[in-house]
C-alpha cells in the first residue's frame, strides 16, 4: 500500500495537512519579485520575510480549506489518493481543520498590516482579493476548484500577483520588466493546478465538477500542460533575443528535465497512485524554473 494511503501520526498530520509539496508555489514568487527588484534598490528583508510568510500562510490554509470542503461535499474517503489525509485518514475533526485554516489567515493578516504600514495601505485591498480567492477556490456556493477556470485563478493570484506584490512593497512601483518576469510564474503556477486536476480527473468527473481537464479531456489536457511548460522556456528566451533580460536567465533551461518526466509519466499511466510523481515532477519545475530565475538575476545584479 502507498504511504499515501496511510495513516500519519504525530507532527506528520498537520505537516501534511499542509500540503507541503504545493507551498513553493507561494514562497517562489515572493523570491522572484524579491530578485527582480533587487537591481533597483537595498532590500528591506524585514518585508521580505514578512511577505514570504504571509504568502506561504495563505496558501496552506487554502490547502486547509479545500480538505475541509472536500470532505464536507463527500469528494474525499479513505482512499482518496493526493490529498492531505487529516480528516478522512487521521481522525482531525473538521471543525479543527477550519479553525487552524482561520487562525494562519489571521497571522498573514497581522503581515499584512505591518506590510501595508511599512508601504501603503492599498495593498489591504489586494491581500483581501487574494485571501477571499483563497477561500472560494474550494469553499462557498459555487467553488473555482469545480470550474473551468482554476488553472486561471490560480496562475494569476498565485503566480504573478505575488511577484508583482513582492516587487512593489521593495520598489513602491510596478515596472514592465517585473510584468514580463512573472509570466512564467503565472504559467508554472497554473500548471501544478492542471496536474492536480489531469490526476483526479476520474473522481472529480463523478462528482460533478467541470474542471477544464474535464471538459477538453485527458490528452488534450496534457497537451496543454505540455504547452505551458514551453510557453514558460520559450518566453525566457524570447525576453533574452529582444534585450530585456541578459543571457543569464538562460539558466532555467537547467531544469528542464522535471517538466519532461512530467509529460512522459502522464501519458505512460492514468492511475492516480502512479502519476503521483508527474505532479511532484510540475510542483518542481516552477520551484526550479523560478528559483534559477531569481538567481540569474542576482548574479546579474552582483556583476
Given at each position: ?105 489571521a497571522i498573514s493578516i497581522v503581515l499584512g498590516i505591518y506590510i ?22 474550494t469553499g462557498g456556493p459555487f467553488p473555482i476548484a469545480y470550474t ?156
Amino acid at each position: 500500500m502507498s504511504h499515501d494511503l496511510k495513516a500519519d501520526t504525530g507532527w506528520r498530520v498537520w505537516w501534511k495537512l499542509t500540503r507541503p509539496h504545493t507551498l513553493t508555489a507561494s514562497f517562489a514568487p515572493v523570491f522572484l519579485g524579491t530578485m527582480i527588484a533587487i537591481s533597483k534598490t537595498d532590500i528591506h528583508w524585514s518585508l521580505f520575510l514578512a511577505m514570504l510568510f504571509a504568502s506561504i500562510l495563505i496558501q496552506a490554509a487554502t490547502n486547509m480549506f479545500n480538505e475541509y470542503y472536500d470532505f464536507a461535499r463527500g469528494l474525499d474517503n479513505e482512499k482518496s489518493v493526493g490529498i492531505g489525509g487529516a480528516i478522512v485518514r487521521n481522525g482531525v475533526k473538521p471543525k479543527t481543520v477550519m479553525t487552524l485554516a482561520l487562525l494562519l489567515y489571521a497571522i498573514s493578516i497581522v503581515l499584512g498590516i505591518y506590510i501595508c504600514n511599512e508601504t501603503t495601505w492599498l495593498l489591504a485591498g489586494v491581500g483581501a482579493i487574494s485571501m477571499a480567492i483563497g477561500y472560494l477556490y474550494t469553499g462557498g456556493p459555487f467553488p473555482i476548484a469545480y470550474t473551468p477556470f482554476g488553472e486561471l485563478f490560480s496562475g494569476i493570484f498565485m503566480g504573478m500577483l505575488i511577484v508583482l506584490i513582492a516587487f512593489y512593497i521593495q520598489t513602491g512601483e510596478i515596472t514592465t520588466t517585473a510584468i514580463l518576469l512573472s509570466v512564467p510564474s503565472m504559467l508554472l503556477v497554473a500548471a501544478i493546478m492542471l496536474s492536480n486536476n489531469i490526476r483526479d480527473l476520474v473522481g472529480d468527473k463523478e462528482s460533478g465538477r467541470k474542471t477544464m481537464a474535464i471538459l477538453i479531456g485527458r490528452t488534450r489536457a496534457i497537451d496543454v500542460l505540455l504547452g505551458l511548460f514551453v510557453l514558460s522556456y520559450v518566453w525566457i528566451i524570447a525576453l533574452v533575443v529582444l534585450g530585456t533580460v541578459t543571457p543569464w536567465t538562460l539558466i532555467v533551461i537547467l531544469g528542464i528535465k522535471k517538466p519532461v518526466q512530467a509529460i512522459k509519466t502522464f501519458r505512460a499511466h492514468e492511475e492516480p497512485l502512479k502519476v503521483a510523481p508527474a505532479m511532484k515532477d510540475t510542483a518542481l519545475t516552477n520551484t526550479i524554473f523560478v528559483f534559477l530565475l531569481g538567481i540569474s538575476l542576482f548574479i546579474e545584479f552582483i556583476l
